[in-house]
C-alpha cells in the first residue's frame, strides 16, 4: 500500500496514446467492506468479466491495470 501503484498507472493512461486503465479497487468500494470469499470471488468475476473485454477491444493498443488481490 502506498508506493504509487496507482499514481504510476494515472501517469500512464494519461501519456500513453490509445490507452486504458483498470483499476480493480474500485469492485472493492462495497459498505460495509467485508472480505470473505464470497465477497472476494465477486470481486474476481467482475474484474476479471471488464479485463477481459477491454483486453478484446482492438482500439486500444496499451492496457493498464491495477489490480490486488485482497
Known sequence: M????TS??????KNLNDS???D?????MM???TVNDKNRNM???NITYVLRN???NSSFEN??????HK
Open 24 to 28: 480493480g479497487d474500485w469492485c472493492w
Open 31 to 33: 459498505n460495509p467492506f
Open 63 to 68: 492496457k493498464i491495470k491495477n489490480i490486488i
Open 20 to 22: 486504458i486503465w483498470l
Open 2 to 5: 502506498g508506493i504509487g501503484k
Open 8 to 13: 504510476t498507472c494515472k501517469e500512464l493512461n
Open 43 to 45: 470481486v474476481i468475476n
Open 54 to 56: 477491454f483486453l478484446t
